[in-house]
Protein backbone atom coordinates (compact mmCIF):
# COMPACT_ATOMS: atom_id res chain seq x y z
CA UNK A 1 0.00 0.00 0.00
CA UNK A 2 1.18 3.42 -0.94
CA UNK A 3 0.37 7.03 0.61
CA UNK A 4 -0.11 9.59 -1.76
CA UNK A 5 0.12 12.89 -0.47
CA UNK A 6 -1.51 15.59 -3.00
CA UNK A 7 -0.74 18.97 -0.91
CA UNK A 8 -4.17 20.56 -3.31
CA UNK A 9 -5.97 18.06 -1.46
CA UNK A 10 -5.51 18.66 2.13
CA UNK A 11 -8.36 19.92 4.13
CA UNK A 12 -5.38 21.67 6.57
CA UNK A 13 -3.38 23.10 3.42
CA UNK A 14 -1.89 25.85 4.64
CA UNK A 15 -3.16 25.97 8.45
CA UNK A 16 -0.84 23.27 9.25
CA UNK A 17 1.82 23.57 6.90
CA UNK A 18 4.47 24.40 8.85
CA UNK A 19 4.22 21.72 10.89
CA UNK A 20 3.99 19.07 8.35
CA UNK A 21 6.73 16.91 7.53
CA UNK A 22 6.50 17.25 3.59
CA UNK A 23 7.23 20.75 4.22
CA UNK A 24 9.84 20.70 6.50
CA UNK A 25 11.64 17.62 4.26
CA UNK A 26 10.29 19.15 0.65
CA UNK A 27 9.24 21.90 0.51
CA UNK A 28 5.23 21.95 -0.18
CA UNK A 29 4.93 19.79 -3.83
CA UNK A 30 2.02 19.28 -6.02
CA UNK A 31 1.68 15.35 -4.80
CA UNK A 32 4.13 13.29 -3.59
CA UNK A 33 4.12 9.33 -3.15
CA UNK A 34 5.16 7.35 0.22
CA UNK A 35 5.46 3.95 0.37
CA UNK A 36 4.74 1.81 3.69
CA UNK A 37 8.39 1.49 4.33
CA UNK A 38 8.73 5.41 4.21
CA UNK A 39 5.49 6.15 5.47
CA UNK A 40 6.72 3.72 8.49
CA UNK A 41 10.20 6.03 8.77
CA UNK A 42 8.96 9.14 9.10
CA UNK A 43 6.65 7.58 11.65
CA UNK A 44 10.03 6.61 13.74
CA UNK A 45 11.47 10.03 13.13
CA UNK A 46 8.73 11.89 14.40
CA UNK A 47 8.23 9.82 17.47
CA UNK A 48 11.65 10.40 18.02
CA UNK A 49 11.18 14.33 17.52
CA UNK A 50 13.64 14.91 14.70
CA UNK A 51 10.78 15.76 12.04
CA UNK A 52 6.98 17.32 12.59
CA UNK A 53 4.45 14.54 12.05
CA UNK A 54 2.54 13.94 8.47
CA UNK A 55 -0.55 16.66 9.00
CA UNK A 56 -2.36 15.47 5.65
CA UNK A 57 -5.97 15.28 6.45
CA UNK A 58 -8.31 14.31 3.38
CA UNK A 59 -11.43 15.07 3.03
CA UNK A 60 -14.25 12.26 3.14
CA UNK A 61 -16.83 12.69 0.27
CA UNK A 62 -20.33 12.20 2.41
CA UNK A 63 -22.71 9.31 0.78
CA UNK A 64 -25.30 10.60 -1.55
CA UNK A 65 -28.28 10.14 -0.13
CA UNK A 66 -31.90 10.15 -1.95
CA UNK A 67 -35.07 12.00 -0.72
CA UNK A 68 -38.46 10.13 -0.06
Known sequence: MT?????DTCVVRG???HDCVVTVL??????????DDE???LDVL???GLVPPLRLVQ???AP???SA
Open 15 to 17: LAC
Open 3 to 7: TRIDC
Open 39 to 41: RRA
Open 64 to 66: EVE
Open 26 to 35: LGPPPELTFD
Open 59 to 61: SVT
Open 46 to 48: ARG
